[in-house]
């Protein structure tokens, strides 16, 4: 099998030194890569984190045949890559363990003098006029400014871009992390997630279990809880399995 698995975070930026970011530092793609390459497969991993491999006994700039490595930083890199190797491998399973940004930056701004931000009433207000912000756009903004704001948006799903318009027709798994779910509600919401992205197989985790466990499914008609340990093994039989159906149902 041929397979492409993203993994590490990805960043925003605020201006060319500064970002937003997450804390995920890619070990569950390495782990994955590792899987699916000592199995004889062929690996492109994707990752912001390719030191992340030296944990598993592999060198990120020479890792080995059937085994590739694609840096990236930013979501718009990330995005850029995912679109140029869907259009363009052939790939039969994705594996998108990437912690993806869900907010983008969309300005940085200032107070004018004599512009504030009333916290008790949730309002921007002015002494006198209206309030006024003025936007920064230098490539490193000054850290005399008082206080900067940062504009967040919305970012698209790169995942739900998969199938269309990228063209992916292979074997999908979505990765979802929740936070203050009974492991019943998990799974509720992993099953839905799933479906919105026409993937066949989601692996779901909370925050707090993440370190531990995993939910894995559907397999079969079920979902199952593996150890952390256990999940890249488990999930490559899994894709293996549902590979190996869809080619004999031809």
């Known amino acids: 099998m041929n397979f492409l698995i993203t993994a590490g975070n990805t960043q925003t930026p ?30 492109t991993l994707a990752t912001s984190r390719p030191d992340a491999l030296l944990e598993y006994g592999l060198n990120p700039r020479e890792p080995g045949e059937r085994f ?8 718009d890199e990330l995005a850029s890559l995912l679109q140029n ?5 052939a790939f039969d399973a994705v594996c998108h363990s990437a912690a993806v940004s869900d907010f983008l930056t969309a300005g940085a701004y200032t107070p004018n003098a004599g512009t504030f931000f009333n916290a008790r009433t949730g309002q921007w207000e002015a002494r006198s006029g209206a309030p006024v912000l003025t936007v920064q756009e230098a490539g490193k903004i000054k850290s005399t400014e008082p206080e900067l704001w940062v504009r967040l948006v919305r970012a698209p799903k790169l995942v739900d871009r998969f199938r269309q318009p990228w063209g992916f027709t292979g074997v999908l798994v979505k990765f979802k992390l929740e936070v203050g779910l009974s492991e019943q509600e998990l799974v509720d919401v992993a099953e839905a997630s799933r479906e919105q992205s026409a993937a ?15 939910y894995i499914g559907p397999v079969g008609d079920k979902y199952e809880r593996v150890t952390r340990r256990e999940l890249p093994d488990r999930l490559v039989l899994v894709l ?11």
Do not use: M
């Open 68 to 75: 590739t490595v694609l840096p990236y930083q930013t979501f």
């Open 85 to 89: 190797q869907l259009r363009t491998g």
């Open 200 to 214: 066949e197989i989601i692996v779901a985790n909370t925050l707090d279990g993440a370190a531990h466990w995993a």
């Open 14 to 43: 605020i201006d060319r030194v500064r970002c937003i970011t997450n804390t995920f530092a890619g070990r569950t793609g390495a782990a994955i890569a590792r899987t699916a390459w000592d199995r004889g497969h062929t690996v």
């Open 240 to 250: 293996e399995d549902l590979f190996q159906k869809r080619a004999s149902n031809g």
